[in-house]
């Protein structure tokens, strides 16, 4: 299995509204992240886990809040979102540890916040 | 500030011929180097990379110059197939191990 599943496709919630988007992968890859991709621009970092703990923040809002539960979920839990953070919200995972960080990519989750 | 730079937003090329897609980099501590390339409604999926220590890497029809001196690298995809159509993204990571720095991508599109 060489595939990161993300679910689900699209969400659209409003802004009082609480959701979580869902990300699973079975290729024993024990570093997952989450990124978040605007339209027409590259895909930026928001968390990194590392042996299911959070190794990186790139200093996002606490209104995104993830969590690693096992070494094949990750989850982003949202809160209270404003309809700027509407974007392509992309899982992926790698090895860890390694310099030749080849990450494996989820379809990822489109996002409207209303 | 961008630290990877695909400063060609579009390349169109026709079937058969060499597509080269380019990507500078501002960052001297980036070592390792990637190549995504992603359809629309789907996640980038990693096509070829390139460590500092070497300056080519062939795949198939795929090969990726790196010009560290330049700080630059180019995708050379030959020849080129209708269903290589995608936007393709460059990448480059560093020190930290895990960040990739992505650059905007280019879109090419190969007709027939």
């Known amino acids: 299995d060489t595939e990161v599943t993300q679910t689900p496709k699209h969400l659209v919630m409003g802004m009082t509204n609480k959701k979580s988007l869902k990300c699973e992968q079975h290729?024993?890859?024990?570093?997952m992240y989450w990124y978040k991709q605007k339209a027409k621009k590259p895909p930026e970092l928001m968390f990194v886990?590392?042996?299911?703990?959070?190794?990186i923040n790139e200093s996002v809002p606490s209104r995104f809040s993830p969590e690693c539960p096992n070494s094949s979920l990750l989850n982003l839990h949202l809160h209270a979102l404003q309809p700027e953070d509407s974007a392509l919200y992309l899982c992926a995972s790698s090895f860890p540890g390694t310099r030749n960080n080849e990450q494996f990519f989820g379809p990822g989750t489109r996002l409207t916040v209303l | 500030d961008q630290q990877v730079k695909q400063n060609s937003p579009s390349l169109s090329v026709q079937e058969g011929r060499i597509s080269i897609l380019n990507c500078d980099y501002t960052?001297?501590?980036?070592?390792?180097f990637l190549w995504y390339k992603k359809y629309p409604a789907e996640g980038p999926t990693f096509l070829i990379s390139i460590s500092s220590i070497k300056d080519k890497n062939e795949d198939g029809r795929f090969t990726v110059f790196l010009n560290k001196s330049a700080k630059h690298l180019s995708l050379h995809i030959v020849p080129s197939q209708p269903g290589d159509s995608a936007v393709y993204f460059c990448a480059a990571s560093g020190n930290s191990g895990y960040a990739l720095n992505f650059g905007k991508g280019t879109s090419l599109l190969v007709t027939p």
């Open positions: 290729m024993g890859h024990r570093a």
């Open positions: 960052n001297s501590m980036f070592d390792y």
């Open positions: 886990y590392s042996y299911e703990k959070l190794s």
